[in-house]
């Protein structure tokens, strides 16, 4: 078996999983109650999220909230502050390459009222800050601009960024950090309000976190028993909160290791794959090692997808939140890429688990069945 399918998702590390499993029987209070056990459990969760903002070095400046993931992070804080601060200003801004629970959330804002500004980005996949700049004005109350793009791996300049929505003292800077966490470096410490979902990083499924200033308030999304701070009511898993804290840190530890592995795997496999007259690539030149997209110039992606799927080599095309409704990415078309090219891609995407043994039996399958499969 290949995976090469880890922005979709990847394993749980072995010491996450023992932690979690350990924890489900030891951690037996809620902790919301307010008898010794329930303390204890509240002492907890609070060590997990002191650690956590910790590996981020925010333990001064930011609050944390647990969540499913960041489809409910990126929901309770885009829709939680302009529903909160909306007699500040209308305007929000947005990129043309978010993932649907960002930009789906804009557009239902969009249609309760609020002036929602797509910033288009270049052919790199990329948010000019020119254009931010150009967007921004006194009204705006909200911009929200991911890390690394899920698709094609591109790296928004985020300091740029940053620095532009904090010359408007009324805006707030959100990202959605899924692909960037432990995988590119960040300027976490200016970015006002972050999501991103632990599974992408060894931890477990359904788990994730917003991180915010402190002093930032969120409409609630959900009433209920007032668990964190209010903002995000039900009771919390603490020990899927202690597994995320260390998930978080030995994903962060890992970074000097994790990234020149998965780089020599992503060049080895960039240059064989440039070799094929078949293949162009969408990912740019400075991406995330993690993340490989290429179109395929004569063969229908969805066949080559499952020819490889046959062989037990796993690859996405699209991505995987949005193949199933518009078999097309919306993200090559925001790059320029013609409509065969946005209909028939592929996303390679790595982790540390594996090998360069694995790029090469990868070549060696795609071109076998590259030969076998007739033109589209
Ligand atoms: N944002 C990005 C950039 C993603 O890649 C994903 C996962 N595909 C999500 C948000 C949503 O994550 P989850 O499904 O864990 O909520």
């Known amino acids: 078996m290949i995976y090469f399918d880890n922005a979709a998702t990847t394993s749980p590390l072995p010491e996450v999983l023992s932690l979690y499993m350990e924890k489900c029987q030891t951690v037996i209070g809620n902790s919301s109650s307010t008898h010794a056990l329930g303390r204890k459990a509240n002492r907890e969760l609070d060590e997990a999220r002191r650690e956590i ?22 929901n309770l804080s885009i829709k939680g502050v302009c529903k909160l601060y909306k007699n500040r200003g209308n305007k929000i801004i947005v990129s043309s390459v978010e993932h649907p629970s960002v930009t789906n959330v804009f557009k239902e804002l969009e249609k309760e009222g609020f ?57 707030l800077f959100h990202s959605d950090l899924t692909q960037a966490v432990s995988k590119v470096k960040m300027p976490y410490n200016k970015i006002d309000m972050f999501t991103y979902s632990t599974h992408k990083i060894g931890g477990l499924r359904g788990d994730g976190a917003l991180i915010y200033l402190k002093k930032i308030q969120f409409a609630s999304l959900f009433d209920g028993g007032g668990q964190e701070g209010g903002f995000r009511s039900g009771t919390v898993d603490v020990p899927c909160a202690l597994s995320h804290a260390l998930a978080v840190k030995e994903a962060m530890k890992s970074m000097t290791r994790k990234i020149p592995h998965v780089k020599e795997i992503y060049d080895y496999l960039k240059e064989e794959l440039g070799k094929l ?11 995330s090692p993690f993340v490989l997209n290429i179109s395929l110039k004569h063969k229908k992606a969805s066949v080559i997808l499952e020819a490889l799927s046959e062989r037990e080599i796993y690859v996405s095309s699209v991505s995987a939140c949005s193949s199933k409704g518009e078999p097309i990415s919306s993200v090559l078309l925001a790059m320029n890429r013609s409509e065969g090219d946005a209909r028939n ?3 390679l995407s790595f982790s540390e688990s594996n090998t360069i043994n694995e790029a090469q039996a990868f070549m060696k399958e795609f071109m076998d069945i590259l030969e076998r499969t007739i033109n589209r």
């Open 277 to 287: 007259d078949e293949v162009s690539f969408n990912s740019p030149i400075d991406g």
């Open 345 to 347: 891609s592929l996303r």
């Open 53 to 74: 903002l910790a590996s981020f070095g925010l333990e001064k400046t930011h609050n944390l909230i647990f969540t499913s993931g960041a489809t409910e992070g990126n």
């Open 115 to 171: 002036e929602v500004v797509y910033l288009p980005v270049n052919e790199e996949g990329k948010v000019l800050p020119s254009s931010l700049e150009e967007a921004m004005d006194n009204k705006t109350i909200l911009v929200s601009i991911m890390g690394v793009n899920n698709e094609v791996g591109s790296i928004n300049d985020m300091n740029a960024l940053a620095d532009i929505v904090h010359k408007y003292p009324k805006a």
